[in-house]
């Protein structure tokens, strides 16, 4: 059973930093890849990054972009999203997902995600 667990979330200041954990049990980021999705109440899911395991390689949307960096720990089967420079408005839940294919292969788009995990909440304050 593949099972993916966020963590990480709390209450920062704006301009304060976070790093989120996605822990992956059941699935060997092997040839996969992993997004990072936000939820703020009332608006619809939103692709942050995602990183791939075959080649590393990394994509952002451009709200994050320079100030989030994802990264993988493969003998850990753990990948991490480092936020800095937070804003008010990145306050929502956050997940993690899988996907059986590489980020090249729709990054951002929610549906095209196979397993996900239980979400963590990030709220940062003015």
């Known amino acids: 059973e593949v099972q993916l667990q966020a963590s990480g979330g709390g209450l920062v200041q704006a301009g304060g930093y976070l790093r989120l954990s996605c822990a992956a049990s059941?699935?060997?980021?092997?040839?996969?890849?992993i997004g990072w999705f936000r939820q703020a109440p009332g608006k619809e899911r939103e692709g942050l990054s995602c990183?791939?395991?075959?080649?590393?390689?990394?994509y952002y949307v451009a709200s994050v972009k320079g100030r989030f960096t994802v990264s993988s720990d493969n003998a850990k089967n753990t990948v991490y999203l480092q936020m800095n420079s937070l804003k008010p408005e990145d306050t929502a839940v956050y997940y993690c997902?899988?996907?059986?294919?590489?980020?090249?292969?729709?990054?951002?788009?929610?549906?095209?995600?196979?397993?996900w995990g239980q979400g963590t909440q990030v709220t940062v304050s003015s």
């Open positions: 990183i791939s395991s075959s080649d590393g390689s990394t």
């Open positions: 059941g699935f060997t980021f092997d040839d996969d890849a």
């Open positions: 997902a899988a996907k059986n294919r590489p980020c090249s292969s729709g990054a951002y788009y929610y549906k095209l995600y196979d397993y």
